[in-house]
């Protein structure tokens, strides 16, 4: 079964620039999107189509993918950014979701 | 306003049957995919399965094929999930999800958290 790989934390001063990986078997040929997921909340779509932002979100989060790394960059990361982050994509109709990227605001 | 509204909380004991719904608003209900999604304590986001209401084409993940039973009513633009046999790794938080092109999920419900214990 496809699998996708994201390292288990990020921690960002204020204001820095984070950056979340991805890694799948030639994921750059798949579509990816990167959900938001704060404590006891829905996930919310934050980017699809591997760089197309979801409505409302901050132009701070921006997304690429190409061989078989995606990565959502959160440029100026300010503490209501603190999170989980999981990127998505889909092979043979099923979906898979990476393990998730708790992302720390210091 | 697109809503996705699920159904409350339950408990539930091992054997016994459950469904659990989530009811869709705001939105041509048959022209959009509908997903589950579920979420074991403390653990990550796993898709379950989708279902066109137009027709209810249904596709399941691997791991959920033959666990779980996905459905919708139409007349009611409502999805649901279904168990014949809960058990206690049944326990999660499950949620829907309204997937627009390329099956994105841009619209969540709740969520519906289901606790199986004796």
């Known amino acids: 079964s496809y699998e996708l790989t994201q390292p288990p934390s990020v921690s960002v001063s204020p204001g820095q620039t984070a950056s979340i990986t991805c890694s799948g078997d030639?994921?750059?040929?798949?579509?990816v999107c990167w959900y938001q997921q704060k404590p006891g909340q829905s996930p919310v779509l934050v980017i699809y189509?591997?760089?197309k932002r979801s409505s409302g979100i901050p132009e701070r989060f921006s997304g690429s993918n190409s061989g078989n790394t995606a990565t959502l960059t959160i440029s100026g990361t300010q503490a209501m950014d603190e999170a989980d982050y999981y990127c998505q994509a889909w092979d043979s109709s099923t979906g898979v979701f990476g393990a998730g990227t708790k992302v720390t605001v210091l | 306003e697109v809503q996705l509204v699920q159904s409350g909380a339950e408990v539930k004991k091992p054997g016994e049957s459950l469904r659990i719904s989530c009811k869709a608003s705001g939105y041509r209900f048959t022209s959009h995919w509908i997903g589950w999604v579920r979420q074991m304590p403390g653990k990550g986001l796993e898709w379950m399965g989708i279902?066109?209401?137009?027709?209810?084409?249904?596709r399941y993940s691997p791991s959920f094929q033959g666990q779980v039973t996905i459905s919708a009513d139409k007349s009611i633009t409502t999805a649901y999930l279904q168990w014949s046999s809960l058990k206690a790794s049944d326990t999660a938080m499950y949620y829907c999800?309204?997937?627009?092109?390329?099956?994105?999920?841009?619209?969540w419900g709740q969520g519906t958290l289901v606790t199986v214990s004796s």
């Open positions: 030639k994921l750059g040929d798949k579509y």
């Open positions: 999800a309204r997937l627009e092109t390329g099956y994105v999920g841009d619209y």
């Open positions: 189509q591997d760089s």
């Open positions: 279902i066109y209401p137009g027709d209810s084409e249904t």
